[in-house]
């Protein structure tokens, strides 16, 4: 519940510092209790949560971008729930948490499949001789 309370308020402060297009992030939840994959297709830029919801107490989980070990959370006494926080360039990304019990022992996998669009950029015009906005006039530097 922290976590989500934090979660909130740094997504906050960033919609005020960087504008509306980070208030679109997204927590995506996956239940802990079984394995389970999900696919997710993004169209906002900005930071998005990924986080195992209603883990046990004191599990250990690890959290992977593309096979690649990022980091790890002990959810503790207080059962707290994981989460990972990421900005996705284009593309697919895979992020992959890893539950364990309190010895280490493998439990279950968390998978999200994640695609983000790229966003259209316009296209810059391009400039003919016969374009009315066209000139070769240029200042001239020094004394005329």
């Known amino acids: 519940m ?3 309370i934090l979660t909130a308020l740094v997504i906050s402060l960033l ?6 297009s980070v208030a679109t992030a ?3 939840y996956s239940t802990y209790g079984q394995s389970r994959t999900e696919t997710v297709n993004l169209t ?4 998005h949560t990924f986080e195992v919801d209603a883990i046990a107490w004191y599990k250990y989980t690890e959290w992977y971008v ?4 990022q980091s790890y959370q002990d959810s503790g006494f207080f059962a707290i729930d994981p989460d990972y926080v990421y900005t996705f360039p284009p593309g697919s990304t895979q992020i992959k948490a890893l539950v364990y019990d309190s010895t280490w022992t493998y439990l279950e996998y968390h998978v999200w499949n994640v695609t ?5 950029t316009k296209q810059p015009q391009s400039c003919q001789r016969n374009d009315p906005h066209f000139t ?4 001239r530097l020094g004394r005329h």
């Open 2 to 4: 922290k976590r989500r």
């Open 66 to 69: 593309n096979g690649v070990y």
């Open 26 to 28: 997204t927590i995506y």
């Open 15 to 20: 919609t005020l510092l960087f504008g509306q």
């Open 116 to 120: 983000r669009t790229a966003r259209h």
């Open 136 to 139: 070769t006039n240029r200042p």
């Open 44 to 47: 906002s830029y900005g930071p």
